[in-house]
């Protein structure tokens, strides 16, 4: 089992910024990609962030220069800088890690989200 836990959502004026970590716990052989997603109210879930263990990343048209996202292998954590907020990136972030655990079976995990909610 893998848990991803979230942290650092909260209440923002429009053009501030935050900083979300995710970090990943449990049998845990090998993380590949983590990425963030978010889903705003009545609407699908929609990828943001992408990055691979060994640091090539990828962005959402919709914060690529304004996110940026970065990992510490060594503590199996994901950060997600959020500068220049707007309302419209009030959302629901969800952390996802792909994997190996230790039998080397693999492994996609989500986190339970935290709340962004960005005030105009």
């Known amino acids: 089992q893998v848990q991803l836990v979230e942290s650092g959502g909260g209440l923002v004026q429009a053009g501030g910024s935050l900083r979300l970590s995710c970090a990943a716990s449990?049998?845990?052989?090998?993380?590949?990609?983590m990425a963030w997603y978010r889903q705003a109210p009545g609407k699908q879930r929609e990828f943001i962030a992408r990055?691979?263990?060994?640091?090539?990343?990828n962005y959402a048209d919709s914060v690529k220069g304004r996110f940026i996202i970065s990992r510490d292998n060594a503590k199996n954590t994901v950060y997600l800088q959020m500068n220049s907020l707007k309302p419209e990136d009030t959302a629901v972030y969800y952390c996802?890690?792909?994997?190996?655990?230790?039998?080397?079976?693999?492994?996609?995990?989500w986190g339970q989200g935290t709340q962004v909610t960005v005030s105009s």
């Open positions: 990055i691979i263990s060994a640091g090539n990343t």
């Open positions: 996802n890690a792909d994997g190996r655990y230790f039998d080397f079976a693999p492994f996609n995990s």
């Open positions: 449990g049998s845990i052989l090998r993380l590949n990609a």
